[in-house]
């Protein structure tokens, strides 16, 4: 049974696929861009999706598709105008499907109440195009199978014979020309009814006409064939099953001892098949004959067959489907290959071999090559954005539902193709920002025309590749953020000093702290316990960036920059206290040389720099990850200027700067523990392991550092409540240095 | 002897489990995606029993049919129309197209086999 389950999770992988195509393709309908072939697509997804439920005896879903097949049958049939309610109606029935196949997928019970609410929707619609059309809904299925039922029923009647007693059968086969336009082979059938029992045959050919009128293609001959079986007649009838209508055949059973009149049946049948009984013609020696010809030259037909057969297996299909751990195992072993390289690289530089000998050469070859390897094989794991994209326009239909406001999605750049782990970890932030969008961006429809905009609300969805890293923006036209709630909420919940001086993008970027919310009543949907520094940390943890920026009464826009890969990173190694570390590339803005002029203490160990005009906090790398316990002098030391998330900047001290490479991301998680302040591991070309950092979180500890040796009256137990203030503080010493200017 | 059967259903599962099926029963088999792949296929192979789905993108069934029998080559190759429509008309319709018979979706491994040997030469 093993092949059958592995067919059953394809067959799963392949509803996800067509539930994909299915709201696509109703979302197309909806907003008019849908092209002719797209409701042929939608049915065909359903329709697919019964096809393999039936295989697999999934009852329910059986069900369901069906019902929702036969609605979507009429409007394809152009019986059927499908109306936004209708369309509705199906969204709605898309996401029950959904549901329906998840929830079978896991072995789960769904409730019965839903499908069945939803079943009778269906039906409605169905009905109602149904009765518009005059017409019933197609469900002719079962009525198909029972063409012979009732003659096999009513000869045993007949009869009375055991079905174990053998029978004696006279078959009358004569064949039309459609038989042969389709395909159809007297000998086969022959053959089959051989396999029934002990047969006689005599080949009728009087009505073959001389060579020079005989069309190679007409039916001239007719069989007459007498059977003794065990079978019954409706084992003879399955044998003809397919020709009912391209030949002529009249079957009826030689009674010997039961009273049973043959001719009233023959006349019985022939009334049943429309045709009355032709005489037989014997011409018994040159059957044989003819059926051995026939048969040798089927033999050389086959051969030849056979041959031209092999030649179509290379053709078909132009992808393969591959387990995801055998990528997962070829991505770790190109990443070994890289590391393999890089130690190649160093050893043959130590060894001053000279850069244009043929080794050094042979050597850069082997770089690029490794490079485009892993390359390429990270493009294997790359998938487009587009399913998660769909996703989202559920959440949006739910969420609006919920509300009770009108939005409308817009998605661009779904082609965008991102490495698949990324992907996976994207739908939770996407769900909870477009949720947030909805809930507290996009205004009610009174009061969106109130203020002169369209009544239904309008978020975007983007993706785009900007220098080796993904961008994704969810935008609303929403009200914005509203700057005034956000201050007194934040002081409130005494985030901010009150007579702190924010700029329009700091507040806005408040929304970011941990356990803020502006919500006034917690509601269903955004407000679950999980803020935006939810949505934060998990764009951090995929080693992305999420900023903000919003105009009142125009909207907000979030946008997200992530890595392409999760395996590889672009990073500066630099050196602190003899030990090396990994700065992400794409935090840093500038690295310079500090004067001392430029630096400034501002009490306990917090020190800013003075770079063009402002003024930065200045981190000691070495003492905040516990290298040194005394600060670091910034005169020899070099210092890495760093972007935080929403636009906040650190400069941070560092001893020297080695160089810059790309790495492999080893996760430190996994072979070791987590490490605050560090993202993960790399081994270096020597060798060596060193440690990535994670900036976002180094600066946090340095804040915390700070406000201990500051005897600030907050409980520093690094968790994540006792952070928030810290930040919060954070704003605003940055922007005092301002006025000692 | 092994005969050789092309299936065109442009379901993955379906493919797998007739793959499954007709491999089981001693068959060697090829598959295409839609008609049009088919009939790529079907170009320079000669299956001794082709099953076809109706609904297909590209190309449907009843096209791909069509495209079958107007080749010389393949007009004797019998076509098995594999569908859960069982309305009369769609039957009626690959009749008229060439099909030679029918399997009503979901299939009976059984009497799929039994159709296919009462079909194959």
């Not at chain 1, 169905?126 to 029923?153: K, M, N, R, T």
């Not at chain 1, 590391?339 to 071999?353: D, G, K, P, T």
């Not at chain 1, 000691?620 to 972007?643: E, F, M, S, T, W």
Request: charged letters at 25%; proline letters at 4%.
């Amino acid at each position: 049974m093993d092949t059958m389950a592995a067919i059953k999770q394809t067959f799963f992988q392949e509803c996800e696929e067509q539930l994909v195509e299915l709201e696509s393709g109703l979302l197309a309908l909806e907003d008019g861009t849908s092209e002719p072939d797209t409701i042929n697509a939608v049915f065909r997804a359903v329709h697919s999706i019964k096809g393999g439920a039936g295989a697999f005896g999934l009852e329910q879903l059986v069900r369901f598709a069906h019902a929702f097949e036969t609605a979507l049958d009429l409007v394809r049939g152009g019986k059927l105008t499908a109306t936004r309610a209708i369309l509705k109606t199906m969204l709605s029935a898309a996401d029950v499907l959904a549901d329906l196949v998840r929830i079978t997928r896991e072995d789960g019970v769904a409730d019965d109440a839903e499908i069945t609410r939803m079943v009778q929707q269906l039906e409605a619609i169905s009905h109602g195009g149904a009765a518009a059309a005059g017409s019933q809904p197609a469900d002719a299925e079962p009525a198909d199978d029972l063409d012979f039922v009732p003659i096999q029923i009513s000869l045993a009647d007949l009869i009375g014979a055991g079905p174990s007693g053998t029978r004696s059968f006279k078959i009358r086969f004569e064949p039309k020309t459609g038989f042969y336009a389709r395909a159809n082979e007297p000998l086969v059938m022959l053959r089959e009814i051989s396999r029934l029992g002990a047969m006689r045959v005599t080949c009728d050919q009087t009505r073959l006409p001389s060579l020079t009128e005989l069309d190679p293609e007409g039916a001239y001959l007719a069989w007459e064939i007498h059977l003794d079986t065990e079978s019954d007649e409706s084992a003879l009838r399955d044998i003809f099953e397919f020709v009912e209508f391209d030949c002529d055949i009249s079957i009826e059973e030689k009674q010997v001892e039961a009273d049973f009149d043959t001719d009233a049946f023959a006349q019985l049948m022939s009334l049943a098949s429309g045709q009355t009984p032709p005489m037989a013609q014997p011409l018994e020696p040159r059957t044989e004959q003819i059926a051995a010809e026939i048969a040798s030259r089927n033999e050389s037909e086959t051969a030849n067959r056979k041959s031209d057969a092999n030649k179509g297996f290379n053709q078909a299909g132009a992808t393969i489907r591959v387990d995801l751990e055998r990528v997962e195992r070829l991505i770790d072993l190109v990443g070994e290959l890289v590391i393999n390289q890089a130690m190649l690289s160093q050893r043959v530089a130590e060894a001053r071999i000279a850069r244009s000998s043929a080794l050094a050469m042979g050597l850069d070859e082997l770089e690029q090559l490794s490079r485009e390897i892993q390359d390429s094989v990270m493009a294997i794991r790359a998938q487009p954005v587009k399913p998660i994209f769909q996703r989202m326009s559920r959440v949006v239909r739910e969420a609006a539902d919920m509300t009770g406001k009108s939005v409308t999605l817009h998605c661009d750049g779904d082609s965008t193709e991102v490495d698949k782990t990324v992907i996976e970890r994207l739908t939770d932030p996407l769900t909870h920002m477009i949720r947030n969008a909805i809930d507290h961006g996009i205004e009610k429809p009174e009061v969106r025309l109130a203020a002169g905009k369209p009544e239904s609300g309008h978020i975007r969805l983007a993706a785009m590749h900007r220098s080796g890293r993904v961008v994704i923006e969810v935008s609303d036209d929403g009200g914005g953020i509203n700057r005034e709630r956000v201050r007194s909420a934040a002081i409130a919940k005494g985030l901010i000093e009150p007579e702190a001086q924010l700029s329009d993008e700091e507040i806005d970027n408040l929304i970011f702290l941990p356990g803020f919310s502006t919500a006034a009543t917690v509601t269903d949907m955004s407000g679950r316990g999980v803020g935006m520094d939810v949505v934060k940390r998990s764009i951090q943890a995929l080693g992305g960036r999420i900023s903000i920026a919003s105009t009142p009464g125009r909207g907000s826009t979030f946008v997200m920059s992530l890595p392409l890969t999760l395996a590889v990173l672009d990073g500066m190694i630099v050196s602190v206290a003899d030990e090396t570390l990994i700065v992400p590339l794409t935090a840093i803005v500038e690295t310079l040389k500090p004067s001392t002029g430029d630096i400034y203490h501002m009490g306990g160990d917090s020190r800013v720099i003075r770079i063009r005009d402002t003024f930065v906090p200045l981190i000691d790398i070495g003492h905040v990850l516990g290298y040194r316990n005394k600060l670091a002098d910034p005169q020899n030391c070099v210092v890495v200027l760093i972007d935080l998330e929403g636009h906040a900047r650190r400069a941070l001290l560092v001893d020297t700067i080695q160089g810059q490479r790309q790495v492999v991301i080893k996760s430190l998680e996994a072979n070791y523990r987590r490490v605050d302040g560090i993202a993960a591991a790399t081994i270096l070309g020597d060798g060596r392991v060193a440690l990535i950092l994670d900036v976002d979180a180094v600066v946090e500890n340095a804040n915390g550092k700070a406000a201990s040796s500051a005897s600030e009256s907050l409980d520093l137990d690094h968790d994540t409540h006792a952070r928030a203030p810290q930040r919060a503080h954070d704003f605003a010493t940055e922007l005092e240095p301002e006025p000692v200017e | 002897m092994k005969k050789t059967i092309l299936t065109v259903d442009d379901s993955r599962t379906m493919r797998e489990m007739l793959k499954a099926t007709l491999l089981g029963a001693g068959y060697e088999v090829m598959q295409a995606e839609d008609g049009v792949h088919g009939l790529e296929v079907l170009e320079g192979a000669m299956p001794d029993v082709i099953l076809t789905d109706i609904n297909m993108p590209r190309m449907d069934g009843f096209g791909f049919i069509e495209g079958v029998r107007r080749d010389s080559r393949y007009r004797s190759v019998p076509i098995l129309v594999l569908t859960t429509e069982g309305e009369p008309e769609k039957k009626d319709r690959a009749r008229r197209a060439g099909a030679t018979g029918w399997i009503v979706k979901p299939f009976d491994p059984e009497k799929l086999i039994n159709a296919i040997r009462r079909l194959a030469a």
